[in-house]
T-cell receptor
């Protein structure tokens, strides 16, 4: 069974700081990887996704993530965060073969201090 | 375009009461899902459906039942609510693109359920 680990439960940064949120997964086969964001009081929205090809994926709002297969990781990055990035971030994975169910990590709460 | 709509938005139940949460999507998606979100545990899949008339168990199905009588609707039922079912419930849907099983989920705004 696949699983996703997000080791940072709560991250607090000042505006303009750089961000990196960790995501590791366990699954032996080919996977698809996602980052979802949940702004306060809202539903989850897709931030970016990786299916194949270039392991560096760019998403909305200046976010990017790098798939490192050897490390089973898909860390989320942003060079300079803004107060509006305050949200909860979820990494998710599903297999690339016949498994349509996403497995989510436990989430990382990001608080940006103005 | 409404996307995924969940009703109700909030509900308080007493232990042992029953209720049904309704999820409706207008995107003609084949796949629909019910998740629960709890602090420190992320989203956990309760049940899901890969098409009209089908349902399947997810990660935490106990205490819940579902039905998908119409393609656009996915109902989540609690027959006898328990305090452990206090949570925020999210419905989601995705398309069934045979070229990729990987279409992103479209989420509803959630239902906050409290069981006392």
């Amino acid at each position: 069974a696949q699983s996703v680990s997000q080791h940072n439960h709560h991250v607090i940064l000042s505006e303009a700081a750089s961000l990196e949120l960790g995501c590791n997964y366990s699954y032996g086969g080919t996977v698809n990887l996602f980052w979802y964001v949940q702004y306060p009081g809202q539903h989850l929205q897709l931030l970016l996704k990786y299916f194949s090809g270039d392991p560096l994926v760019k998403g909305i709002k200046g976010f990017e993530a790098e798939f490192i297969k050897s490390k089973f990781s898909f860390n989320l990055r942003k060079p300079s965060v803004q107060w509006s990035d305050t949200a909860e971030y979820f990494c998710a994975v599903n297999s690339n073969f016949g498994n349509e169910k996403l497995t989510f990590g436990t989430g990382t709460r990001l608080t940006i201090i103005p | 375009n409404a996307g995924v709509t969940q009703t109700p938005k909030f509900r308080v139940l007493k232990t042992g009461q029953s209720m049904t949460l309704l999820c409706a999507q207008d995107m003609n998606h084949e796949y629909m899902y019910w998740y629960r979100q709890d602090p420190g545990m992320g989203l956990r899949l309760i049940h899901y459906s890969v098409g009209e008339g089908t349902t399947a168990k997810g990660e935490v199905p106990d205490g819940y039942n579902v039905s998908r009588l119409k393609k656009q609707n996915f109902l989540l039922g609690l027959e006898s609510a328990a305090p452990s079912q206090t949570s925020v419930y999210f419905c989601a849907s995705s398309s069934d693109n045979r070229g990729s099983y990987n279409s992103p989920l479209h989420f509803g705004n959630g239902t906050r359920l409290t069981v006392t």
